[in-house]
C-alpha cells in the first residue's frame, strides 16, 4: 500500500486506441435539417485545368490533396464545372489504407471533396446536402474496411452539416474492423449525436470490444437522458474495467438523480487494482467521483468500507468522503479510528477527509506535522500532495511545509512549490527569496522548471525573483526551463522589469535558438514599454535572417509606449519587402494596435489594400481604419472575414476584432464558434481573443467552460481558462468547471487557479 500515488480524476482520451478526438461540443440540433431543392444544373466536360486539379486532388499526398481541395473551392465561384467535378471525384475510393488516419492531414480523396465543397460556397454546401452526402452514406456500406474508415472521416469533415448521417454511422459503432468504429465513433462526436442513448445501449453489446470502444466514446459525450441510468448502472457490473469506469463517469453529471447506483458504484470500486491507481491518467477512479457527485445519500455505504480488509478500498472510501465534505459529517468518527491505521496513506487521507468535513482540528494538524517532518521521503512527499488536497485547511499548514523548500529529496522540494503556488500573495511572499536563489542554484531541471511555472502564476507577487528569472531564461541549459522563465515574466508584466536585462541580452544572441529568442523578443516590451535599449534590440531582431524572430519583432514593435519613428517606419517597410507572409500580415497588425501613432506608415498600409492575399487585405484595412481613427469602419470587413471558408482568413479576423471596440454579443458568438473548428490552432485562436474580449465575452462563459472541460488540446484548455478569468461570470457550471480543471488537469490547473483568483474565489 506504500506506493498508492495520490487521487485526481479524469478518463484518458486513449485507453482503447480509437482515433476518436477529445474536442469541445456544443448543444447538438434537435433534429436533421432538410436539404434546399436544387438550385443548378450540373455542366458537362471539365476544361483542362480543371483536369489537372482534380488529378491532384486523387494524389496519394496529403499535401496535395488540401492545396487542391483549396484551389478547387477558391475556382468554384468563376467556373460552374467545378462542383460537378468534384461530385464525380466522389468516386475514387483512394485513401491511406486501413488506420491510416491523421487528424492534421488529407487521408482521401474524398475527405478532400468534402473539403472543397463546403469551402466552395452556397453552391458547394448545396451540392454537399444533395449529392454528395447520399453517396457518402452508401459509402458506409462498402465491402472494403479502409473505404468505411475513410468516409466515415470524410463525413466528420462536414460536422453538423452531416446529421442525415448519424443512423447509419451508429450502425457502424459495431463494425467487425476497430479502426472503422473508431472513425464512426470520431465522426459521430463531429456531427454532434441528437440523442446519446445509443452509445449507452452499447455498453450492454455482447461483442466485449463494442462496450469497451463505445465506454470511451461515453466520456466525450453528455448531457445522456435520465433513461440512461439503468443501463449505465448496469454497465457497473461489467467484467471490463473500462466499461465499468466509462458507465460511472457518464453517472456523475447526474449527481443525487443516480442514487440508485450507489450499490453498484461501491462494488466498482472495491474492483479497483492498485496499479490502476498508479496510471498517469486512472481509469479505475470514475466510481470515486460518482459517488462524491451523488453526495449525502452515498455517505452510508461508503462509511462502511473504512473498515473493509483491504486498505485501498479504506483509502478510497476515505477519498470519496473528503469529497463529500461537509454532508458526510456523520463519518468523522470512522475517519477519527483511520488516523491509527497501518497503512500511511490511509491515515493521511482520512486526516485529509476530516480536514475538508469539518475544518482543522488539534489531532488532525499534530499528525500533519508528524508527516511533514516524517524521515522518509516518501512519507513527507505524499503529505504535501495531501495537503495540496486539503483546501483551506492545507494552506494554514504553511510553516510547516515551506521549510520542506530546501528538502534533500528533488520530488520533495517541487512538490513543496507547487504548494507555494497554492498561497496567497501574503502568505507566499516570505518565500520569494527562497525561490529566486533555488532557481538559479538547484540542481534539478524539474525544480527549476516548477519554481519557474510557480513565480509565473503568483504574478506580481513574484517581483522579487525578477532578476533571477531574467538569468534563468538567458543561461540555464534546460530549454523547458528558460521557456517557463520567460513565461514568468511574461506573466509578471512591469512587475518583472529586473529581469529585463537578462532577456535583451538573451534576445541579442544571434547564436541562440530562434524559437526561444523569438519569446523574449515577444517578452521585452512587457518588461520594459518604455526602455529604449529594449526597444533597439527588437528593431535588431526585425532584421534577423530568422522569420520567427521577425515576426516576433513586429508584434513587439507595438508594445512600447510609444515607439520611435524609426520602429513604425521599419514596420512599414515589413509590409512591403519582407519575405515571409505571415510576416507582413504581423507588420499590418502591429500598426493596427499603434492606431493614429503609426500614420507615417500609411502609405504602406494602403499599398497593402490591393494585395492578393485576402488576409493582408484584411489587415490592411482594420490598420488603415485604426490609423484614421475610425475602427468601426473596418468592422464589415472583419464580420466578413469570421464567415470566411478560409481558416487563415477566420484567424485574422478573430484577431482583429478586439481592435475595433468593444465587440457586440453577435461578434462574440462568431469567435466563440471557431472554438468548434476541427484545427486546433483556431481554437486556440478563438479562446485567447476571447480572453483579450473581456467581460464583453460572458455571453459565451458557458461555451468556454466546455471547452475547459472537453478540449483534447492541452493549449486550448488553458486559454479558455484564463478566457473564464476575464469573462467575469461566476455562474455556478462555471466555478465548478475551473475547479475541476485546478484539481484534476494539470495542463490548465494553473490558469483555472489563477481565473478563480480573478473571479474572487480564492484570495489573491
Known sequence: MSSIRHITSGIGCTLIGLTIGCGSKTEPPTSSPSPPPSMYTPPTQPKSGLTALIRKLKSTSSTSRSDAADELAREASSDPKVIPALIEALADLGNRGLGQVFPQEVNSTREAVVLALLQAGPAGELAFDQQALPRLIAGLQDRNPAVRQHTAVALGRAGVRAQAALEPLWALATDDSTPVRGAAYSAILKIHPTSTLPAVKLLTHTNPTVRAHAAEMLSR?????????????????????????????????????????VPALVAALQKTQLADLQKPDPIELAPTRALAAIGEAAVAPTTKLLTDMAPLNRYQAAYVLGEIGPAARSAVPALEKLLNDPAPEVILEAARAIAVIQGSTEKVTALMKFALGHAEAPTRLYALQTTLRMGTVGRELASLAL????????????????????????????????????????????????????????????????SALGQVAAQDPAPPVRTAALQALTALGPAGKDGLNGIITLAN??????????????????????????????????????????????????????PSAAAIARLGTMVQKDSSFANRAAALRALAQLGPTAAAAKPAVEAAITEKSNNLRLWAKVALA????????????????LASRLPGERQAAAEALPLLGEPSVDDVKRVAAMLEEQQPFLRLIAARVLAQCGTAARPVARTLAGVLKRDDDGEVRTAAARALGTAGDVSTEVIAALKEAEKTDPTSARAARASLRQLGQRKS
Open 221 to 261: 459525450l453528455e448531457p445522456f437522458p435520465t433513461e440512461a441510468i439503468p443501463l449505465l448502472t448496469q454497465a457497473l457490473s461489467d467484467e471490463d474495467s473500462a466499461v465499468r469506469c466509462a458507465a460511472a463517469q457518464a453517472l456523475i453529471p447526474f449527481g443525487s438523480q443516480a442514487t440508485a447506483a
Open 403 to 466: 521549510p520542506l523548500l530546501s528538502d534533500m529529496a528533488p520530488e520533495v522540494r517541487r512538490a513543496a512549490v507547487t504548494y507555494v503556488g497554492t498561497l496567497d500573495a501574503k502568505t507566499a511572499q516570505p518565500a520569494m527569496g527562497s525561490l529566486a536563489k533555488q532557481l538559479v542554484q538547484d540542481s534539478e531541471e524539474s525544480v527549476r522548471k516548477e519554481i519557474a511555472e510557480v513565480l509565473g502564476e503568483l504574478g506580481s507577487t513574484a517581483a522579487p525573483a525578477a
Open 509 to 562: 544572441n544571434a547564436a541562440g535558438d530562434a524559437d526561444t529568442r523569438a519569446q523574449a523578443v515577444a517578452v521585452l516590451p512587457i518588461l520594459g514599454p518604455k526602455s529604449e535599449p529594449a526597444l533597439q534590440a527588437v528593431l535588431s531582431a526585425s532584421q534577423d535572417k530568422s522569420a520567427i524572430v521577425r515576426e516576433a519583432a513586429a508584434l513587439a514593435v507595438a508594445g512600447f509606449t510609444p
Open 626 to 641: 485604426r490609423i484614421d481613427g475610425q475602427p468601426a469602419s473596418a468592422l464589415a470587413v472583419v464580420r466578413a472575414g
